[in-house]
């Protein structure tokens, strides 16, 4: 069960870093918010 | 928001290993989702209060398609950024369900939405912001492209729309023309001016009530 958790904590994790990649390779967020991209998001680019 | 994302990093540190770099990545990412997932959920919630779920839900799915190719003025806030979010589409909404217009002047509408689109885009696309600037020259390039691809194949759908007279699609028309211009305003100079005078104007709202509180 606790296997099953930690799987579902590493999928999630690698949906939000696939969210936050994509967004750092379009032009903006979709929404009218656009939080500031961390440097290291704009070295990996 | 800022402790419950910091909660949910915390939770995140101690089942994996999660070095610097990630956790700032993590941070972005988990921002972007829950402003995108907030916005959506008050912006429909309202709209089924409203009884326009449908129209509501192509508005925004037609700006935000546009917005991440295109870019466009950004709000300082998340609150702020829901709340006019909200107010802008469900009122684009109300216009699509309750005034009348002709099927011709739709298309008229369209038309001159289309101009204005190209314009705004070849001049200003991709807009960017201090907090993402788009420096590198291919990729500005790339994404003004991909503007004017998406502008294109709507207004290709609007001119078959028109040419096989199918009156059912006014409604859908409409509503993607409306998001099409608002998005497009959201590029120029004045856009940026506007979203700037109503971050000013909350944060002002704000300062009122804390100097009340303090009283």
């Known amino acids: ?45 | 928001m800022e402790r419950l994302i910091q909660k949910i990093i915390k939770t995140y540190k101690k089942h994996d290993q999660i070095d610097q770099s990630q956790e700032a990545i993590l941070e972005y990412g988990i921002y972007l989702i829950f402003s995108t997932i907030l916005g959506a959920i008050c912006t429909l919630g309202v709209s089924i209060l409203l009884g326009i779920f449908s129209i509501v839900a192509m508005i925004l799915l037609t700006m935000s398609i546009l917005r991440y190719v295109s870019g466009g003025a950004h709000f300082i806030k998340m609150g702020h950024c829901i709340f006019m979010t909200v107010v802008i589409t469900n009122t684009m909404g109300l216009v699509v369900q309750y005034i009348p217009i002709s099927f011709g002047g739709i298309f008229t509408l369209s038309l001159f939405c289309f101009i204005f689109a190209l314009r705004n885009i070849l001049r200003y696309a991709p807009a960017d912001t201090p907090q993402k600037p788009i420096d590198n020259k291919h990729h500005r390039k790339k994404l003004r492209q991909q503007s004017l691809v998406l502008i294109c194949i709507w207004f290709i759908g609007v001119i078959l729309s028109f040419v096989n007279d199918w009156k059912t699609t006014s409604k859908v028309l409409l509503a993607t023309t409306l998001a099409i211009a608002w998005q497009c305003f959201t590029l120029t100079p004045k856009g940026y001016q506007f979203y700037a005078q109503i971050d000013t104007f909350f944060e002002k709202i704000k300062g009122k009530k804390q100097k009340k509180e303090a009283l």
């Open chain 1, 1 to 45: 069960m606790k296997k099953i958790g930690v799987k579902l904590l590493q999928l999630s994790m690698l949906i939000i870093t696939f969210f936050a990649v994509s967004t750092a390779a379009s032009a903006s967020s979709i929404m009218g918010y656009q939080p500031k991209m961390p440097v290291e998001l704009q070295k990996k680019l």
